[in-house]
């Protein structure tokens, strides 16, 4: 009698799983049966730094590396206590600060080291934005005030003959877009998952007016992707490769997810690289667009894309967030989980932290996570 119970039960179970799997592909859902097995079922909860061994990857070639100096006070000052706490409370992996283009310091946790590859998540979108600066620069790109129908004819939406590629890269598109991590259902979740993202980006409609302010949404530097993909010659990852990658002298190769259906980067985050050459674009935008002398973007490019945007909005630029520091401005790229690349122009300092979780305190507050990461690096060099 139990065997026969236990037999019923695992049939009804089986035929159940079966019913929603199906249920789930009918729908459109089927993207969700890849975020379990990749997020839930390696012990996570959320898109994790060494998830992008689950996806296809372009890489991002180097050439002649080009090794950071090292400061003759390297590593000579300890890190302060409350720093210490903070990388235990959030789970650092790497801790840098590069003081007058040589590294100052240096840290790794977790069993992480210099070479070990992480996900850049949003950190992504400023990288995609130095790209869009290049395409211009280049010509590739027309104008900030190209319409985006010009390359991507299948735009759908009231506004969407409206929207331009500015409206994008300072994201103020007006598309409809649910910028939710933590919901299945939800777009941002579709995109990171489902392998056709160009098709789910043409499916939502620009249902908003472009350019009536800031709003925060990762669908906008993936449509800006799109674009710049139907306007280079190359690929995204080479494109990145060719003018900054290779000539910044990154020491490592990195990889960047993309779409194998129809072969577009996962460009609103998705870099596997290390701090170190993550770093390399602070310093670039640091010096605005200069690489020891050699001009890699253009000056007023970059000088536009670290004011803010739209004046309701002072946090963010073209594709980079702004802030204040000691009445400093500071530029800086920031990805989910706490991924920061802080460039502080006015001591040319350059702050870099990796992680697991960070907290979720708003980065203007003194007590945050991300203000103490830089003011902690300043109480260590006696600044």
């Known amino acids: 009698m139990v065997k026969k119970t236990l037999k019923w039960t695992g049939t009804i179970l089986l035929s159940l799983l079966l019913l929603t799997v199906i249920g789930l592909f009918m729908t459109g859902h089927g993207y969700i049966l890849k975020a379990i097995r990749v997020v839930y079922m390696t012990g996570h909860t959320s898109a994790f730094l ?8 372009r890489t991002i070639a180097i050439e002649k590396p080009q090794p950071w100096p090292i400061s003759q006070d390297y590593n000579k000052v300890k890190s302060t206590l409350k720093l210490d706490s903070l990388h235990t409370a959030n789970k650092s992996i790497a801790y840098l600060i590069i003081k007058n283009d040589s590294l100052w310091f240096e840290e790794y946790y977790d069993s992480y080291n210099r070479d070990s590859k992480t996900n850049s998540f949003s950190m992504a979108k400023s ?3 130095a790209a869009l600066g290049k395409a211009l620069e280049l010509g590739y790109i027309t104008s900030l005030e190209d319409k985006v129908k010009k390359y991507l004819p299948e735009l759908s939406g009231q506004y969407a003959d409206d ?4 409206d994008l890269v300072t994201m103020q598109s007006g598309l409809k877009w649910d910028e939710s991590y933590n919901s299945p259902f939800s ?8 392998d056709n993202l160009s098709e789910t980006m043409l499916q939502l409609p620009i249902s908003s007016a472009p350019g009536q302010g800031f709003k925060y949404q990762s669908g906008d ?3 800006l992707a799109m674009v710049l993909s139907e306007a280079l010659p190359i690929s995204l ?13 990154a020491e490592k190769e990195a990889l960047w997810q993309y779409n194998a259906k129809d072969g577009v980067e996962k460009a609103y985050c998705c870099i596997a690289s290390n701090a170190l050459d993550f770093a390399r ?3 670039l935008y640091k010096d605005k667009g200069t690489w020891y002398g050699n001009s890699l973007l253009d000056s007023t490019y970059i000088a536009t894309s670290t004011i803010p ?4 909005s002072p946090e963010y630029g073209y594709g980079w967030w702004l802030g204040e520091y000691r009445n400093k401005n500071i530029v800086y790229m920031d990805g989910h989980l706490g991924q920061y690349v802080i460039a502080i122009p006015e001591d040319n300092i350059i702050i870099v932290r990796l992680g697991h979780a960070t907290d979720k305190r708003k980065r203007t507050n003194p007590n945050s996570a991300f203000y103490q990461y830089i003011d902690q690096a300043y109480k260590m060099m006696g600044i």
């Open 281 to 283: 674009f602070g310093k």
């Open 127 to 129: 990288m995609v934005a």
């Open 309 to 312: 945007a739209d004046p309701q």
């Open 163 to 166: 929207l331009t590629v500015k």
């Open 50 to 57: 060494g998830d992008y061994s689950y996806f296809n990857n």
């Open 237 to 249: 990852s080479e494109f990145l490769s060719t003018y900054f990658w290779k000539p910044m002298g």
């Open 187 to 194: 777009v941002t979740t579709k995109a990171y998952f489902y």
């Open 221 to 223: 530097t993936q449509l």
